[in-house]
């Protein structure tokens, strides 16, 4: 862990969620991709400054990650599972905006309470014409953060807590399967034929969905082919790399998001095609993302001053 001996400004989840209302954390991921996809994401990202593990006094919430920069006041200590899930979050609105087709979009969130809401609150507001949420949380259903029922009341989104997998998925056109939580749903109960036509689901578990989903997919799509090489134990990837390079109609991964964003890939196929995303990178650190949100707390007065 990193020796602090100065003041740090330390974000509680609640607080980071918060900035997340401030900032617009999908331009911060679409710049990101975009720039590794045309091959200018090194400079960047240096300038970005970096991230690092920090283990400070009253560090309660797991995992923290201090981030630095030169011209930052003070470093900021993030808890490292709110930044993936303001990660995935992202990711999935990116996902959605690029191979999404239909208005009156309805959406179906599995996964863990810590992850799905303040993932729902980023998604609601940058996912155009979201009419309907169905979550299905692990551990079964229970109340909504109050923040996020009254962002969603105000958008004019209907929300549902349901207690099945089946219930959650039935006519969603967006289904975002997430989770950073020892509690998992049982994914294996996903099957093609419950999914509608034209549905697209993003895979945020960092782990395989059933085999026979997968093969049924028309189409996959990934964050970031970069990252194939860290993946290799994944089945989407292995089923993609054990084709030659030459034979690009029959490969497996379609596409990454940089690809769609630069307009180097025309997308979805048809409109009633059920797509998938693997986002491959949900188990990153992305120093953009930290930047911003340290940038948008230290604007707003959120966090606490702590002394080591």
Do not use: K
Not at 46 to 64: I, K, M, Y
Not at 70 to 91: E, F, G
């Amino acid at each position: 862990m990193v020796p602090v001996t100065g003041t740090v400004l330390r974000l509680r989840s609640h607080e980071v969620w918060s900035a997340l209302e401030i900032i617009d954390p999908v331009a911060v991921l679409a710049e990101d991709l975009i720039g590794r996809t045309v091959g200018r994401s090194g400079h960047t990202r240096t300038a970005e400054g970096r991230l690092v593990p920090w283990n400070g006094s009253g560090s309660d919430e797991g995992q923290f990650v201090l981030y630095e920069h030169p011209d930052a006041a003070l470093p900021c200590a993030i808890p490292a599972h709110s930044l993936r899930t303001s990660l995935v979050a992202a990711l999935a609105a990116v996902a959605a905006r690029e191979l999404l087709f239909t208005s009156g979009v309805t959406v179906a969130m599995l996964g863990s309470p810590e992850a799905t809401q303040p993932q729902l609150s980023v998604i609601s507001r940058y996912v155009p014409d979201i009419s309907h949420v169905a979550m299905c949380l692990a551990g079964g259903p229970r109340p909504v953060e109050p923040r996020l029922a009254d962002q969603l009341d105000m958008s004019g989104i209907a929300l549902s807590v349901v207690g099945t997998l089946t219930d959650a998925v039935f006519g969603a056109i967006l289904i975002i399967a997430t989770n950073h939580s020892a509690v998992r749903l049982d994914l294996d109960a996903l099957r093609r034929g419950q999914l509608a036509r034209g549905a697209v689901v993003v895979n945020a578990t960092g782990t395989d969905l059933p085999d026979d989903l997968v093969d049924r997919m028309d189409q996959v799509f990934i964050d970031d082919f970069g990252l194939l090489g860290d993946n290799l134990d994944r089945s989407v990837v292995a089923s993609h790399l054990a084709l030659p390079a030459t034979d690009v109609a029959d490969r497996r991964i379609t596409a990454d998001l940089g690809q769609l964003l630069t307009g180097r890939h025309p997308g979805r196929r048809r409109t009633d095609d059920v797509v998938l995303v693997e986002l491959l990178g949900v188990h990153e650190l992305n120093v953009r993302l930290a930047r911003r949100i340290h940038e948008a707390a230290t604007r707003t007065g959120l966090g606490e001053r702590i002394t080591d």
